[in-house]
């Protein structure tokens, strides 16, 4: 059975923050976007979990559009697959909602984890890949001075930058998917002066 080309994104509302928020939930979907469809088995032999607790969060995760069932299993077994390639929202967009705040608090912090063990995970792993990947691969940092507004413009053209070069690849049996972690935040922690 053809699935449907999935959509690239989806913008989090309270309910997804909130269903989003736990850890085998994050990680669940994290395996899913990482690794591809997978059945409630499968996945919990993969997050050393329980089937019947798995197939639990597959079901909270697929009720606020996170999964979804590919239509491809055979009776009761279900094989699942992530929506969409990734996720975003706006801090603002929760400013009235404590629950949504402390969630949303939760689940960056949890990302950092998650980011950081992908990290450890493949300076581990560097040394058997050829020198033309572990030159482009890693990590590095740099400082820009803007305000607010141009902060945006970076980001919007780093979203257009990242779209053109989400599938270059495809069908190329020499690529490799390749997971872009961006993160910004400011050298001072003082908040800045309004105008």
Not at 141 to 151: E, F, I, M, R, Y
Request: charge should be negative; hydrophobic fraction near 40%; proline fraction near 5%.
């Amino acid at each position: 059975m053809d699935t449907p080309q999935k959509p690239v994104g989806m913008r989090l509302d309270e309910r997804a923050v909130r269903v989003l928020a736990h850890p085998l939930r994050s990680r669940i979907l994290g395996a899913l976007r990482l690794h591809g469809p997978a059945t409630a088995t499968q996945l919990a032999a993969a997050l050393s979990t329980n089937t019947g607790a798995t197939s639990y969060h597959l079901r909270a995760l697929e009720d606020v559009g996170l999964v979804a069932d590919t239509g491809e299993g055979a009776g009761k077994r279900r094989i699942w697959r992530a929506s969409t390639d990734y996720h975003s929202w706006s801090n603002s967009d929760f400013a009235d909602d404590e629950d949504a705040q402390t969630a949303l608090g939760w689940l960056r912090r949890d990302y950092v984890r998650q980011y950081a063990h992908r990290t450890e995970e493949w300076l581990d792993a560097e040394a058997t890949w050829p020198a033309e990947w572990v030159d482009q691969l890693g990590f590095g940092d740099t400082l820009v001075t803007v305000v607010a507004g141009q902060l945006a413009e970076f980001q919007a053209e780093l979203e257009a930058l990242t779209e053109k070069y989400r599938r270059a690849g495809e069908g190329d049996p020499a690529a490799r998917r390749v997971q872009i972690v961006v993160q910004s935040t400011p050298v001072d922690f003082d908040p800045p002066v309004q105008p």
